[in-house]
C-alpha cells in the first residue's frame, strides 16, 4: 500500500511562498493525475489542483494565477508551488491520486499532510 509524505509547509507572512513535496512509498502509475487538496480549521477538506499524467492542470478559484502544481512522472511526485499566499490559504496540505478525469475517487489513504499557516 503506497504512503503518501507531505512536506514544505511553515508559517508565512502574506504574500509570501511555499513550495509542497509529495514523497511516497510505493508506485503510483503515471497515469493517475496527482493533486493537492487542503482542509482549513472548521472546514471540509477542497481540491486545490490536480495534474494529469499528461502535464494537464486545474485550479480552484481561489488559487488560479498564484498557485502551480507539478510532477515529476519518473519520481511519481508532485509539488505545489504557491506564491502570493494568502491567510485565508491557512490549512493542512495533502497530496493524493485519483484514476481519472471520470473516477475522482481518493486512491490511497491520507497522510499525515502539511501545515501551512499564513499570517503576520
Known amino acids: 500500500q503506497v504512503q503518501l509524505v507531505e512536506s514544505g509547509g511553515g508559517l508565512v507572512q502574506p504574500g509570501g511562498s511555499l513550495r509542497l513535496s509529495c514523497a511516497h512509498s510505493?508506485?503510483?502509475?503515471?497515469?493517475?493525475?496527482l493533486g493537492w487538496w487542503r482542509q482549513g480549521p472548521g472546514k471540509q477538506r477542497e481540491l486545490v489542483a490536480r495534474i494529469t499524467g499528461g502535464g494537464s492542470t486545474n485550479y480552484a478559484d481561489s488559487v488560479k494565477g498564484r498557485f502551480t502544481i507539478s510532477r515529476d512522472n519518473a519520481k511519481s511526485t508532485a509539488y505545489l508551488q504557491m506564491n502570493n499566499l494568502k491567510p485565508e490559504d491557512t490549512a493542512v496540505y495533502y497530496c493524493?491520486?485519483?484514476?481519472?478525469?471520470?473516477?475522482?475517487?481518493?486512491?490511497?489513504?491520507w497522510g499525515q499532510g502539511t501545515q501551512v499557516t499564513v499570517s503576520s
Open positions: 493524493n491520486a485519483q484514476r481519472s478525469i471520470v473516477d475522482t475517487r481518493i486512491v490511497f489513504p
Open positions: 510505493g508506485s503510483i502509475p503515471s497515469i493517475f493525475l
